[in-house]
């Protein structure tokens, strides 16, 4: 229905008429999906297109360069994960490495991720967060580890066999108790005879 | 301090005496009249105190003194230092004759195998 604004004429206009009409132009000519289009006429950010999704493995080298370029890789960086019937498809092969060996200092554009915008995602980045999997290297080596804590096990397993062989003690004799060795207060028998305990001055 | 332990585990493996085992040898022997310790506190009072066992030695009267001086000085925990020096001096010498007592049976071994040695070479 023809509306105000296509006459040029001194005439008031009506602002939300405007509006109405420009909003069912967008929708009759829109390519959006679903209920975010009929709401907004744009498509929405998260929804994506078949082209910017995984697709299968890329044989030839033109599927090699269209799948690095769907990831913002470099054609010589892009190697797909092996096609091996787990289902990666053409998604690409990043180093198994976590966020924790990512430089802290770098002005990332998601510092806790450590990651920049557009930056293709480990099939595991979940895995690898900074709260979980940590793969940077240890101080020492593995071997190292091994020796040392092994080594410093098995010493203290030696040493207290070593005292249980070899105790020590004081050069001294065992005390002396009254009443037979405390015959009745350790629970002996009052019928029966103990055995004769007699201690001397030295 | 540990020459015992070298002694015992190194050097003279065979004559220094084991705590842990009984000393072989008689009692009197190398005394002329050896005169027996002395137990003054009886049974009965050791009970009545309620003594635990390891208490219960040759100086067990003077802990008996001393438990109750303490009794009829308290609140002033300063009060008994003549009965508490009684008991650790009489614990002491206890010690010193445990001492005396190791060192005789090493002696006493020692001396037993002087004389397997000489019989031996003779």
Redesign the interface.
């Known amino acids: 229905m023809r509306n105000t604004t296509s006459v040029r004429q001194q005439q008031p206009v009506n602002m939300a008429g405007v509006g109405f009409r420009r909003w069912a132009q967008a929708l009759s000519k829109g390519k959006g999906s679903g209920i975010s289009a009929l709401l907004s006429g744009s498509r929405a950010a998260s929804s994506a297109s078949k082209d910017s999704l995984p697709g299968p493995y890329p044989k030839t080298p033109e599927e090699r360069a269209a799948a690095a370029k769907k990831y913002n890789m470099r054609v010589e960086d892009y190697e797909p994960l092996p096609d091996n019937g787990e289902g990666y498809g053409d998604y690409p092969k990043l180093p198994d490495r976590s966020q924790h060996e990512r430089d802290p200092w770098y002005q990332w554009d998601h510092p806790d991720l450590r990651r920049n915008w557009g930056e293709p995602i480990h099939w595991h980045f979940d895995m690898y967060i900074r709260n979980r999997v940590d793969t940077s290297p240890s101080p020492v080596s593995w071997s190292t580890m091994c020796k040392q804590l092994f080594g410093f096990i098995g010493f203290m397993l030696f040493m207290f066999y070593v005292g249980e062989k ?1 105790p ?2 004081q ?9 037979n060795n ?1 015959y ?3 629970g002996g028998d009052p019928e029966k005879e103990p055995e004769d305990v ?5 | 301090m540990g020459a015992h332990l070298v002694r015992r585990y190194v050097t003279e493996t065979e004559t220094e005496p084991d705590p842990a085992k009984k000393f072989e040898f008689d009692p009197q022997f190398g005394f002329e009249n050896r005169k027996e310790r002395e137990m003054i506190a009886t049974q009965e009072q050791m009970n009545l105190a309620q003594l635990p066992i390891e208490q219960r030695d040759y100086c067990a009267h003077y802990l008996l003194k001393l438990m109750k001086c303490k009794r009829d000085n308290w609140p002033n925990f300063l009060a008994c230092k003549h009965e508490r020096h009684d008991w650790d001096y009489c614990e002491h010498q206890d010690y010193v004759m445990r001492m005396k007592e190791y060192e005789r049976e090493r002696r006493l071994q020692l001396r037993k195998k002087r004389i397997e040695a000489q019989a031996e070479a003779a």
């Not at chain 1, 001294?172 to 009254?178: D, I, R």
């Open positions: 070899c020590s003690y050069p001294v004799a065992p005390k002396q108790y009254p009443f405390l009745l207060e350790r007699k201690n001397y001055e030295i």
